[in-house]
């Protein structure tokens, strides 16, 4: 008896608690990986979401309604922890949402994102644990919403959600996160250090599936991708990029030569 994995997806999407949205994916991929969850041609098409499931904390506010803290206090290292947990939480989302938003796709395409919002859910209850270790949990500190913001905007395109969402705001991740690292060590915080960087080797793979499934739609639609990519971000993401970049692990990740030669113009 197998299920449908539109239906397992949405479902994920759906869960509201930080516990239940953890579980729910645990189980659809295990499920997905023994065969349980079907591509079903006939599900019912995607239904647009507004929101995904979020529990009533953490407040969502605009990001310069964000207060600047410094990882040099107790509370402003508890804050730095809760604003990537919060980021792992979209991310458990956005995997789920480019599952169940885009159909007829090679079943390779599915087992990748299946395997992303997986992925992602370990990430976020890895940086729960720590934040509890600090006295405090998910929902203690306000939030922002622009990861969800990005996959609504891209929600009627699968190579815009791929040019924009992987490659652009989580492989901002692989340029901050090893500064943040260094300054993590330098505080003697090795336990938060090590975290991240179990996330930061893992999201590299991340984004290389938003390159690889990126470079498929613009091949299946007969655009060259360099050129995309840049009218993309000039469309949705102008404001967003900005260096330093990794440029290892965004070349690592999958980016070509034109495009980490134009990063290299933008951080120059």
């Known amino acids: 008896m197998t299920g449908s994995l539109f239906a397992a997806a949405r479902a994920c999407l759906d869960a509201a608690s930080p516990d239940d949205k953890v579980a729910a994916t645990s189980a659809a991929a295990e499920a997905f990986a023994r065969g349980e969850l079907a591509i079903d041609d006939n599900a019912p098409p995607p239904e647009s979401i507004a929101m995904p499931g979020r529990p009533p904390c953490p407040r969502l506010v605009h990001p310069r309604e964000l207060p600047r803290r410094g990882f040099g206090t107790p509370e402003g290292r508890a804050a730095f922890i ?17 599952v169940y938003r ?26 729960r644990e720590r934040l509890r270790a600090t006295g405090h949990d998910y929902g203690d500190f306000d939030a922002h919403n622009g990861l969800w913001e990005m996959a609504e905007k891209t929600a009627h395109d699968g190579l815009a959600r791929m040019a924009l969402v992987p490659r652009v705001l989580e492989a901002r991740g692989l340029d901050v996160t090893p500064g943040m690292i260094v300054k993590l060590r330098s505080l003697g915080d090795e336990d938060t250090a090590a975290i991240l960087e179990i996330i930061l080797r893992e999201e590299v793979a991340h984004v290389a599936a938003g390159s690889r499934w990126f470079r ?6 007969g655009v060259a991708p360099e050129p995309k990519f840049r009218e993309l971000l000039a469309q949705y993401a102008r404001a967003v990029l900005h260096g330093p970049f990794n440029f290892e692990a965004r070349a690592a990740a999958g980016f070509g030569e034109d495009e980490l030669a134009a990063l290299r113009q933008l951080s120059g």
Do not use: K, Q
């Open 102 to 127: 885009f159909r007829g796709l090679p079943a390779a395409y599915y087992a990748d994102w299946v395997s992303v919002a997986n992925d992602e859910a370990r990430h976020f209850t890895m940086l």
């Open 82 to 98: 809760h604003s990537i947990a919060h980021i792992e939480f979209n991310a458990i989302d956005l995997g789920w949402d480019a």
């Open 216 to 221: 498929w739609f613009c091949e299946r639609v």
